[in-house]
């Protein structure tokens, strides 16, 4: 009966959205076997694909690595990017309780980096090409615009095909106003702060030696992260005005404040790339499937850039998302089940809600004048700076879960 009714569906699986997090869903699900369609605008629209040359930056964990390297898609991605071994904490407030300069290693953990720094664009562009190159997965160009989930299947109407399409169930990668989260009929939780980034990347006289610097100011933290030889990303979170100034600078001047900034710890900071700007607000889906639809990436859950968490939550949603799918696929069941919803929801919120919630109270520590916060704060850096195994666990769950990875992201 379910095998049945299931041959009217044109796909197993939809993903809406190829973003980075829909990109991977999209190529690990085919990876099963099933029939997938990735729909976007932007594989009808030559001029979105060159918009999507970003001007971030992203630090993956080892796990995003391994999903890559299973992808076939991390040689190219490595070339351009660089290890983090190191990450420095600099209290660069002018207030009088100041927390100490902390520094963690990743070697006091083993052999490996804390995450590599990987441009944005060139993952996308990676992800975009094995797509294009995948038997079982049809790219559709357009905007999806409306998605109804009945009985078995979900019916999908995109403006850019006269009849609508059929799938199992939808991974909706779409992004921070999913529109497929609201035909979930999935509410949300969602703030913002006084803050936007300026994120780019540029070149600079001194080594960085792989590591990473936060500089923690009222604002906001500005945090250079290492790319290949003398080159770093960058993520420069101001008031909103200040933000908007410092994004429309000349290409000399952005360089030369930058250089102020940091006290120029990289030396002569140069070769600016485009410049991206970018709102700082949080959002968290209350459920992260519901109705043959599962959220992943930013339709299910925003931080602001601190600590590298978004997009590394992001591809252990993908990830969860295709084990799954899988697993349910080797014993001829349905994809879209209610029991395959209520265990992605179950298993995600475990990561999801304890790293908004950190992410939330490291940014407001900073950015609040409350003089017990700070001394909170730098109480906490203290502690971390004195006690080793304080300090091993905060950086390993900083990096991802200690259980409950999903498996090809396991070591
Ligand atoms: C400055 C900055 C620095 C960051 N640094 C890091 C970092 O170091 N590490 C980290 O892990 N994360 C980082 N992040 C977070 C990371 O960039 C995001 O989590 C990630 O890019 C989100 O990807 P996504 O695929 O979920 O969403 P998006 O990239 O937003 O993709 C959504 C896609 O859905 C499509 N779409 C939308 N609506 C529809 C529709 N109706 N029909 C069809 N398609 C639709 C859009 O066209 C888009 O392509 C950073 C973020 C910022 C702002």
Known sequence: MYNQQMKKCAYDVVVAGAGPAGLVAALLVAGTGLKVAIIDPLFADKKAKKA???????????????????????????????????????????????????????????????????????????????????????????????????????????????????????????????????????????????????????????????????????????????????????VWIEKPQDADEIFQLSDDAFCHELEKQTDAVLGRISKASPRGLFPIDGLTARHFAKNRIMLVGEAAHVLPPIGAQGLNLGLRDAALVAELIGDTKLVNEDVGSDRIMQTYDRRRRLDIFPRTVVVDRLNRSLIHNFAPLQGARGLGLFMLNQIGPLRREVMQRGMQPLNDVPRLMQA
């Open 52 to 234: 999507n040359a970003d001007a971030r930056t992203v630090a993956l964990m080892q796990g995003g690595v391994r999903l890559l390297k299973h992808l076939d898609i991390w040689p190219r991605c490595h070339k351009v990017s660089a290890p983090l071994w190191r990450m420095r904490l600099i209290d660069h407030t002018r207030r009088f309780l100041k927390a100490p300069t902390v520094t963690f290693d990743a070697h006091e953990l083993g052999d490996d980096p804390f995450a590599w720094n990987v441009p944005l664009g060139l993952l996308n562009r990676c992800l975009q090409e094995a797509a294009g190159d995948m038997q079982n997965l049809d790219l559709i160009g357009g905007r999806i615009e409306a998605v109804v989930s009945q009985g078995l299947e979900v019916e999908i109407s995109i403006d850019t095909q006269s009849n609508s399409i059929s799938s199992s169930c939808v991974i909706a990668a779409d992004g921070r106003h999913s529109l497929c989260r609201d035909a979930a009929f999935i509410k949300v939780t969602s703030w913002s702060y006084p803050q936007k980034a300026v994120a780019c990347s540029f070149s600079h006289g001194l080594p960085h030696e792989d590591m990473s610097i936060e500089f923690h100011r009222s604002a906001g933290p500005l945090t250079l992260v290492p790319l290949e030889g003398n080159r770093s990303g960058l």
